[in-house]
C-alpha cells in the first residue's frame, strides 16, 4: 500500500506564506488528480480545504491553494493567520480502490 | 445542508466487534460516497472503507478481513462492523460524505471509540 509523505511541522509568522508538501511513494499520486488536502483543530473533524489537486470548496478561503508536480502535491497557505494554526492532511486516491491519507502536518503561526 | 450524525458504543473489550451508525440528514444518498475514517489518539488519519450509493464497496486492505460496511438506503443510514478489535483499533471513527474520491466535504462528530481489557 502507497504511502503519503509530508513533514511533521512547519512554522510561518504572520501574513507570510508556507507550502506543505505531500510525496507519494509506491504508485504515487501522480498519473490522477484526485488528491485532497485537510485541516483539523484539535478535538475538531477534518475540514475540506481543497480537492482534486487545486480546487476549492464553497467557502473556503481564497489563501489556501493546491497544486501537482509528478509525485508531489503542495498545499500553499498564504497571509498567515492565528487561526490557521492546526493539523494539515492530505489524501489521494492511489489506484486498486485505495485511499490513503499523509501522516499530517503540525502547522505553528509564530 | 447535509448533516451526518453517528453513535455506537465506546467502549469494548478486545475481541468484541466494533458496531457504528451514521444517519445522513439534508441531502440525498445518490450521487455520492459514504467513507469511514479513524484517528488513533494524538496519531493521524486512516482511511477505513467506503460505500457509494450503488452499494460498491472499497476497503482497506489491512481491515478487509475484518470489516464490513453497509448501506441502508430506507434509512438513510451507513453502518461499520470491526471484528475482533485489539487496543490497536482505538480511536475516533469518523463517517464522511463525498461527491468525489477523497473530497470529504462532510463528517459525522466523530465518535471515541476504546478497546480496553
Known amino acids: 500500500q502507497s504511502a503519503l509523505t509530508q513533514p511533521a511541522s512547519v512554522s510561518g509568522s504572520p501574513g507570510q506564506s508556507i507550502t506543505i508538501s505531500c510525496a507519494g511513494v509506491?504508485?504515487?499520486?501522480?498519473?490522477?488528480?484526485?488528491v485532497s488536502w485537510f485541516q483539523q483543530h484539535p478535538g475538531k473533524a477534518p475540514k475540506l480545504l481543497i480537492y482534486?489537486?487545486?480546487n476549492r470548496p464553497s467557502g473556503v478561503s481564497g489563501r489556501f491553494s493546491g497544486s501537482l508536480s509528478g509525485n508531489t502535491a503542495s498545499l500553499t497557505v498564504s497571509g498567515l493567520q492565528a487561526e490557521d494554526e492546526g493539523d494539515y492532511y492530505c489524501?489521494?486516491?492511489?489506484?486498486?480502490?485505495?485511499?490513503?491519507f499523509g501522516g499530517g502536518t503540525k502547522l505553528t503561526v509564530l | 445542508q447535509v448533516q451526518l450524525q453517528q453513535w455506537g458504543a465506546g467502549l469494548l473489550k478486545p475481541s468484541e466487534t466494533l458496531s457504528l451508525t451514521c444517519a445522513v440528514s439534508?441531502?440525498?444518498?445518490?450521487?455520492?460516497?459514504w467513507s469511514w475514517i479513524r484517528q488513533p489518539p494524538g496519531k493521524g488519519l486512516e482511511w477505513i472503507g467506503e460505500?457509494?450509493?450503488?452499494?460498491?464497496?472499497n476497503y482497506n486492505p489491512s481491515l478487509k478481513s475484518r470489516l464490513t460496511i453497509s448501506l441502508d438506503t430506507s434509512k438513510n443510514q451507513v453502518s461499520l462492523n470491526l471484528t475482533s478489535v485489539t487496543a490497536a483499533d482505538t480511536a475516533v471513527y469518523y463517517c464522511?460524505?463525498?461527491?468525489?474520491?477523497?473530497?470529504?466535504?462532510?463528517w459525522g462528530q466523530g465518535t471515541l471509540v476504546t478497546v480496553s481489557s
Open positions: 489524501c489521494s486516491y492511489v489506484g486498486n480502490t485505495i485511499v490513503v
Open positions: 439534508g441531502g440525498s444518498f445518490s450521487g455520492s460516497y
Open positions: 464522511a460524505r463525498s461527491l468525489l474520491l477523497t473530497a470529504y466535504i462532510n
Open positions: 482534486e489537486v487545486s
Open positions: 509506491g504508485n504515487g499520486i501522480g498519473g490522477n488528480d484526485l
Open positions: 460505500v457509494n450509493y450503488r452499494g460498491r464497496i
